[in-house]
């Protein structure tokens, strides 16, 4: 065979775009309360508990009683994402990926809902009668996932506290609840005996080595936990407080109860593509959304810390 046939070796190109690996979507909005909003700011009301007393005497005057009323503020926030496509780099490709661009936006847009959810969960929520008030998460909704004396990864006892700080607060027991936990603190989950063994759980954990549901939670995976922040923990009673120059840097899993966190949709993800006769004709694909969060009632929140290497 001659020498020179190498010359007519060709290169196959795919006409297909790989999205490399990413969070596709939101996982946290199919979850928490959703409510449409056609103004800057929303407000959302409240009504606390009430008493009943004891009648003592009959033909007593009737008791007349303030019911508590207290609201939160949802101010949207506008998301956006875009990018060109030349019509002179299409035929250098062989493919248009104008496509592909609107499902890759459409990611990114879901990843910074989540982030709106995560950030209500453990920021300060806005009441009062103008939304004006600022209102954290109380201390007594923060615990430490404690093994021996010292900060630990996810553990079982930790669950069991969240659930009774739940219970304790009587939040209704037929609200789902949900635990949103990294990849780590999954693992770490996992060496818990009482979590894979089938003694202890019907959801056999090993067979996949997933955790669906366990102790009343149902189990969201995130890699969007903020993991900066630190704090100083009594080992001996799990009790968090903020650290202002020392302390545990922390993942800040937490777990809430379905209608605890309010997710406000002004306008939904939407993509245009559409011709720039400014930018040379390119072809644009432009992405949008407007939304806001907030954290409805504080005990159904609750923040869990936990040690990650």
Do not use: H, W
């Given at each position: 065979m001659s020498q020179e046939v190498t010359t007519a070796f060709v290169k196959q190109f795919s006409s297909n775009i790989f999205h490399l690996s990413q969070q596709d979507g939101s996982r946290l909005?199919?979850?928490?309360?959703?409510?449409?909003?056609?103004?800057?700011?929303?407000?959302?009301?409240?009504i606390g508990s009430v008493t009943a007393v004891l009648r003592t005497s009959r033909h007593a005057d009737t008791p007349q009683f303030d019911t508590p009323h207290s609201r939160r503020r949802v101010t949207l926030n506008d998301y956006e994402w875009a990018d060109l496509i030349d019509d002179v780099d299409k035929v250098r490709m062989l493919i248009d990926p104008a496509s592909d661009y609107v499902k890759a936006s459409m990611m990114a847009m879901g990843r910074a809902m989540d982030d709106v959810v995560i950030s209500?969960?453990?920021?300060?929520?806005?009441?009062?009668?103008?939304?004006?008030?600022?209102?954290?998460?109380?201390a007594a909704q923060h615990i430490g996932a404690v093994?021996?004396?010292?900060?630990?990864g996810l553990n079982v006892e930790a669950l069991r506290v969240t659930q009774r700080i739940f219970d304790e607060a009587e939040v209704d027991e037929k609200i789902p609840r949900y635990f949103v936990f990294?990849?780590?603190q999954r693992q770490n989950l996992l060496s818990e005996t009482e979590?894979?063994?089938?003694?202890?759980?019907?959801?056999?954990?090993?067979?996949?080595g997933q955790i669906d549901s366990y102790m009343g939670f149902k189990f969201i995976r995130s890699e969007r936990l903020d993991n900066s922040g630190l704090y100083s923990i009594n080992t001996s009673t799990g009790a968090v407080t903020l650290?202002?120059?020392?302390?545990?840097?922390?993942?800040?899993?937490?777990?809430?109860?379905?209608d605890g966190l309010l997710l406000s949709i002004g306008m939904d993800m939407k993509a245009r593509i559409s011709e720039r006769d400014d930018k040379g004709y390119s072809t644009q694909?432009?992405?949008?959304?407007?939304?806001g969060a907030t954290r409805m009632e504080e005990s159904k929140v609750v923040m869990v810390l936990c040690a990650e290497a």
């Open positions: 909005a199919p979850v928490v309360r959703k409510e449409s909003q056609k103004s800057e700011a929303s407000f959302y009301d409240r209500a969960a453990n920021g300060s929520a806005y009441g009062g009668v103008d939304g004006g008030t600022a209102v954290a998460l109380p093994s021996g004396g010292s900060l630990s990294s990849a780590e979590v894979t063994s089938a003694d202890f759980n019907t959801v056999k954990a090993l067979v996949n650290s202002t120059g020392n302390g545990n840097a922390a993942r800040q899993c937490f777990a809430f109860a379905g694909v432009y992405a949008q959304m407007s939304i």
